[in-house]
């Protein structure tokens, strides 16, 4: 089993940054290549990005490339996702997830992929 917690969620305005953590427990964290979601109020959940086991490679939604990063330390069993340039529109639940590595990563296989294990969610609400 793996524990994922999420946390770094808020109330920011348009424009500003805030940093996602996702501190995981149990089984190794770099036997897992992590990913972000989100889900917004009466919508899908939807794919922001993903990132392998060893933070070598990070992949990205269409939607929020160039303004969100990804990364990990497995030193610190945590996976960060780092927001810029928040809009309206990014104001949902964010979840962190693990699943095994995959043989052929691009974000829509990231996107598509059954994942293991999930967090709980933290909140993030951007004004305009």
């Known amino acids: 089993q793996v524990q994922l917690v999420e946390s770094g969620g808020g109330l920011v305005q348009a424009g500003d940054s805030l940093r996602l953590s996702c501190a995981a427990s149990?089984?190794?964290?770099?036997?897992?290549?992590m990913g972000w979601f989100r889900q917004a109020l009466g919508k899908e959940r939807e794919f922001v990005g993903a990132i392998t086991r060893n933070g070598g490679r990070t992949y990205y939604a269409d939607s929020v490339k160039g303004r969100l990063t990804i990364s990990r330390d497995n030193a610190k069993n945590t996976v960060y996702l780092q927001m810029n340039s928040l809009k309206p529109e990014d104001t949902a639940v964010y979840y962190c997830a693990a699943r095994t590595p995959l043989f052929t990563p691009t974000p829509g296989a990231y996107a598509a992929a059954k994942y293991d294990y999930w967090g709980q969610g933290t909140q993030v609400t951007v004004s305009s």
């Open positions: 149990g089984r190794t964290f770099s036997n897992y290549d």
